[in-house]
């Protein structure tokens, strides 16, 4: 994907999301966290580290 199709695919999602500050989101299947790093940027709280973490400590996780 191309960093203008990246930029407009940002902006199309969050001018739909609107106001997000003070908001958590989940981002799942979130690849290189463009979408979460975005939220973050925006004032929204990120639920997926825990969430990874979580995961990564159940049996046969690993």
Do not use: W
Request: overall charge positive; charged content about 20%.
């Amino acid at each position: 994907m191309s960093t203008i199709q990246i930029k407009v695919e940002i902006r199309t999602i969050f001018n739909l999301a609107g106001d997000i500050h003070g908001k958590s989101e989940l981002d799942l299947a979130c690849g290189y966290g463009l979408f979460s790093r975005e939220y973050r940027n925006r004032g929204a709280s990120n639920a997926t580290p825990p969430t990874l973490q979580y995961q990564s400590e159940l049996p046969g996780s690993k």
